[in-house]
């Protein structure tokens, strides 16, 4: 049993699976927060040039 546990401990096989888990699960994490904060400023964008095309629209009539 001593020897099992041993063993157990030693191995590093799935060493490098938990370690690009981590690192995916980091990039998601950081991507996700970069689209939440973009998107205020995506929606600034949107409501500025919709209130343009109204205006451009109105006058054009």
């Not at 998601?28 to 929606?43: N, P, T």
Request: proline share 0%; net charge negative; hydrophobic share 50%.
């Amino acid at each position: 049993m001593k020897t099992l546990l041993y063993n157990f401990l030693q191995d590093e096989q799935g060493q490098d699976l938990i370690e690009y888990t981590l690192l995916l699960a980091f990039v998601c994490l950081a991507s996700a927060a970069l689209f939440i904060s973009a998107g205020g400023s995506v929606a600034g964008i949107w409501t500025a040039t919709n209130s343009r095309l109204s205006v451009a629209n109105t006058s054009a009539s």
